[in-house]
């Protein structure tokens, strides 16, 4: 071996191991540059980032700002702000973090309240979190899910007695807008047996967030509850990832074995934030201008909740949607009502009326109400339902006074129980009425005005 062969071999191996000792501790990076901006879509070239990962868009001399990768076509991937895009120029560097979104987690989490990201608003300091968690979750096996057994006492009689919800049961809460649902909402948020109570507030109004934590949680059950807040000012991104980070937040306290009340207010502003989204970026409209996307969407965030396997914890989940123009085909109501185990439908007519809260008893239903509930708890609340119906059907009839009594039994029998159904049904705001009281109620109801059985004489 020559001298010149013995030089060139060990100036190569040094190379190598120089080359090894760069890759390790200064990893290249591929700086992209923001080349177009429309609403709050970015597009970017030069990335090299996954779907889901973050990146920063660095000004100069100007404030960086932190977006999510959404899509790309070709060379060009589009980003979506997290936070406020004033400032960008045109080609600014775009950085990826090769860091995805994730969920802080823990115990300390109990009191506080926090945005979209996990960080806190409530000026009381940072939060100590016991970990990091996906904020899509993850996937339990249908088969090893625990059924749902028992009946959970939500502290409103015509739910408890008529619409009774299972313990990690997923319920929709429908109707337009001011009709109550934000005031049912908070109703069960108080009076619902639960270990811990998650609130996500997404899209909505801002001054909301302060109005439920000190009048509708107060001190009492703010202590159990972790608030989620994303208002309707909020970036389309923030306000899905605030669903998302309360479904992650339930998560973990039913893997911790405890009973989690989950509710967001609202699901169709989750759907809402995604059909900007997938707008923006250029998904073609399906259904009255909601891209497929959002339906894919929808059942990924409510499929989370419920019970987790055998002996483990449960999450029961209540989501507010809204049917604009008290549509009850609105395709996101359409799909929620298809997805979830139950839907309580408010009527603005008994709104208007000033009964609360104003439950359509009718156009509700529970799904599992059949399998948690004694036959004689079940055979009252038929009987109710088809007496309040029947007095419906003919409501028109009674109150002009084309109805002659004694023409048909059944609707005088109706007529004879309405005022007392009607009062059944109504209930203060700060009026608890718990599980056994509101069968007990409805057992007298039904068993008080009972027609007296005529006896056949010869």
Do not use: W
Not at 199 to 220: C, N, T
Not at 377 to 392: D, F, I, M, N, V
Not at 397 to 419: F, M, Q, R
């Amino acid at each position: 071996m020559t001298v010149e062969t013995t030089l060139f071999k060990d100036m190569a191996q040094r190379l190598i191991q120089r080359g090894d000792f760069i890759a390790e501790r200064v990893p290249l990076q591929v700086t992209g540059k923001l080349t177009r901006m429309v609403g709050l879509t970015l597009e970017a070239v030069g990335v090299r980032a996954v779907i889901g990962s973050r990146c920063i868009i660095v000004n100069e001399g100007g404030k960086p700002v932190e977006a999510e990768v959404v899509g790309f076509a070709g060379d060009k991937t589009y980003l979506m702000p997290i936070g406020d895009i004033r400032g960008l120029m045109p080609n600014a560097a775009v950085i990826p973090t090769h860091g995805v979104c994730s969920a802080p987690v823990g115990m300390a989490l109990l009191g506080r309240v926090l945005d979209g990201s996990g960080k806190p608003l409530d000026n009381q300091g940072p939060i100590e979190v016991e970990a990091q968690v996906s904020l899509t979750g993850n996937f339990i096996n249908p088969l090893n899910r625990h059924p749902i057994e028992e009946p959970l006492d939500v502290g409103v009689a015509a739910i408890n007695a008529l619409l009774t919800v299972g313990r990690g049961q997923r319920m929709g809460l429908f109707a337009g807008s001011g009709v109550g649902k934000s005031v049912l909402l908070g109703m069960m948020t108080k009076y619902t047996t639960a270990d811990v109570i998650v609130v996500g507030l997404i899209g909505e109004r801002g001054r909301e967030v302060k109005e439920f934590i000190d009048k509708i949680l107060g001190p009492e059950g703010r202590a159990r509850a972790v608030v989620v807040a994303t208002p309707a000012d909020n970036s389309p991104l923030m306000r899905m990832h605030g669903a998302m980070l309360s479904t992650s937040i339930a998560e973990y306290f039913r893997d911790k074995g405890l009973h989690v009340l989950l509710l967001m207010d609202s699901l169709t502003r989750y759907a809402q934030a995604q059909r900007e989204i997938a707008l923006a970026i250029g998904e073609p409209p399906a259904t009255k201008g909601y891209p497929p996307s959002v339906f894919a969407k929808l059942p990924q965030l409510v499929e989370r909740a419920g019970n987790g396997t055998e002996g483990g914890g449960s999450i029961t989940a209540f989501y507010t949607v809204l049917t604009e123009g008290d549509d009850q085909q609105d395709p996101i109501a359409d799909s929620a009502r298809a997805i979830l185990d139950g839907h309580i439908v408010l009527s603005r007519n008994l709104a208007e009326m000033g009964h609360y809260p104003a439950i359509d008893i009718e156009a509700s239903i529970s799904r599992v109400m059949n399998e948690i509930v004694t036959p004689e708890h079940l055979a009252h609340a038929r009987r109710l339902k088809q007496l309040y119906s029947s007095y419906q059907q003919n409501r028109d009839l009674i109150s002009v006074g084309a109805y002659s009594k004694g023409s048909n039994p059944a609707v005088d029998e109706a007529i004879a129980y309405h005022p007392k159904i009607m009062q059944f049904l109504a209930q203060g705001f700060s009026e608890s009425v718990q599980f056994d009281e509101s069968l007990a109620g409805l057992e007298a109801l039904i068993q008080k005005n009972q027609p007296e059985k005529r006896v056949a004489t010869t």
